[in-house]
């Protein structure tokens, strides 16, 4: 009897291992990328959830989790637009310098990527009057820390003016994760 309960024991330490080894190779592998928990393939949603929350609390800066951007991915301001209720000239959208080399282009109304495989990006964004950002540089400075630091010197592709109301910006930025 006793050689079987030993037995029994060595089983479920064996369990208890290969359990704990899962766990800590599920972790070391996240932090390396490999395995993704969160994985957000789907930019525009991404961009239209980031909307939706600088919507109801404006001048407040928001960044979004990580997104993996691909070549059939792209962000338009004419479907965030009929998304969050603005009009498509409420909406403007920009990609930091940094992400030239990474072959993202933007018109102020579309962020597009050329390149092969994915990129890990996030988005950086924040709703205001449209007067507020007639100076942009001081207000980014103000309001959004972090679109101040990516900040590619201007939105000149956009159209917000005065006559705007609400407006809001997006930028994508580099992700570190």
């Known amino acids: 009897m006793l050689n079987e309960r030993g037995q029994e024991f ?16 599920t972790l070391l592998l996240n932090i390396l990328g490999i395995i993704n928990f969160n994985p957000n393939t789907d930019p525009s949603k991404s961009a239209g959830n980031l909307l939706t929350s600088m919507d109801s609390s404006q001048y407040q800066e928001k960044v979004s989790a990580r997104i993996d951007f ?4 792209s962000i338009n301001a004419k479907s965030l637009a009929k998304e969050v209720g603005l009009d498509e000239d409420q909406i403007c959208l920009g990609v930091e310098d940094a992400l030239a080399d990474a072959q993202f282009s933007s018109n102020g109304k ?7 495989g994915s990129v890990r990006v996030k988005l950086a964004g924040i709703c205001a009057e449209g007067t507020d950002f007639q100076d942009e540089t ?14 590619p010197g201007n939105f000149s592709d956009c159209t917000i003016t005065e006559a705007s109301g609400k407006a809001c910006y997006m930028l994508l930025i580099k992700s570190n994760e």
């Open 10 to 25: 060595s089983v479920f330490k064996l369990l208890i291992s290969a359990i704990v080894a899962i766990v800590i190779l």
């Open 70 to 73: 691909t070549s059939e991915n």
């Open 110 to 116: 579309l962020i597009s990527y050329t390149g092969s």
């Open 138 to 151: 001081a207000f980014f400075e103000d309001y959004a820390p972090t679109l101040s630091e990516k900040f």
